[in-house]
């Protein structure tokens, strides 16, 4: 129950962020415009670069707090997914990282199928493996794992970055809260929106120097619970 209300509070906190969406959104269309009229005076491919970069990193916050603040208008429907298929493609775009960091997979033998929006767990899976390689300063690795335990799937992600100060784990999953330069704050909170809705749980554990894991952990389908398809379960019962 104590996680139920860490998340509702995650969901609650996304209803008072206009002011932060309007603050974050205003700089880098500012910028926007100071490097237009720049291009006006001058025209300079690397201000088109930057105004560019300006507006995608704009558009991604914003597509990030629609999808995490109104999950039932994505058109997405539930499917079965393969895990291991899927970790495996999500895996494949950090290859211009892997020079540095190593990646170590145990994967079940058998194919664990979770029940699921395939795009919205992949971006999760994404988000989670980018926060684990931005973790890494230089060479490490990340370990990722998953396995049947009883009635439930785990996935872990375990990487041997700069780890989490203790007092700044309550912050995870806030909405714009990053301590990057480049971060937006939404990886996480797109995260545990995702993971929320899908009926699973997730656990962090982290040591500030000593690397971070994140666990995941979703229900099986079998036979006998598929009725699971019926999932989100609570979500849409006026938590948005
Ligand atoms: P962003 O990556 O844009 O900063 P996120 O929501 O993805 O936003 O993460 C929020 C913050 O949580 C990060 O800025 C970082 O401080 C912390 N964090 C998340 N994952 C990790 C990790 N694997 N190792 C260390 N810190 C992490
Ligand atoms: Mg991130």
Known sequence: ADETDHTLSR?????????GIAHEVKNPLTSVKGFLQLLQEETKHSYLDLASSELDRAISILQNLLQVSKPDLDDES????????ELESIIYLFQDQ??????EKKFADTDLVVYGKKNQLKKAFFNLLKNAFEAIPGEGTIYIEHKQVGNSILLTIRDTGVGIPEDKIPMLGTPFFSTKDEGTGMGLTQVFSTIYQHGAKIDVKSVEGGG???MVEFPMITKDNIELRDLPLHYEEGQT
């Open 78 to 85: 539930y499917n079965s997914i393969n895990l291991c298929l």
């Open 11 to 19: 969901l609650a906190s996304i209803g008072q962020i206009s002011a």
């Open 98 to 103: 892997l020079y540095r960091v190593r990646v």
């Open 212 to 214: 971070t894991t994140f």
